[in-house]
């Protein structure tokens, strides 16, 4: 063991296991945020357009439009 005593490679022992754990947590918090949904402008762009077919298709009214295409805009 040359000139390190038990406790001293202990202690190595516990600050690599720090270590190692802090990089654990941070890949797992960068694999977690690249889970996040897609662009949200996309999803609005989408959302938008659906509510205009339903509408030209007159399965919703021009009020209840209004207020579904209010709540998308607003959620932005």
Same mark, same amino acid.
């Given at each position: 063991?040359?000139?390190?005593?038990?406790?001293?490679?202990?202690?190595?022992?516990?600050?690599?296991?720090? !270590?190692?754990? $802090?990089?654990?947590?941070?890949?797992?918090?960068?694999? /977690?945020?690249?889970?996040?949904? +897609?662009?949200?402008?996309?999803?609005?762009?989408?959302?938008?357009?659906?509510?205009?077919?339903?509408? !030209?298709?007159? $399965?919703?009214?021009?009020?209840?439009?209004?207020?579904? /295409?209010?709540?998308?805009?607003? +959620?932005?």
């Amino acid at each position: 063991m040359g000139m390190f005593s038990i406790w001293h490679w202990l202690i190595l022992l516990f600050l690599f296991a720090i !270590a190692a754990s $802090l990089v654990g947590l941070i890949v797992w918090f960068a694999k /977690r945020s690249s889970k996040a949904p +897609g662009n949200p402008v996309a999803n609005a762009q989408k959302r938008l357009q659906q509510l205009e077919e339903l509408r !030209a298709q007159g $399965l919703i009214s021009n009020e209840e439009y209004a207020r579904q /295409r209010a709540a998308i805009v607003t +959620g932005l």
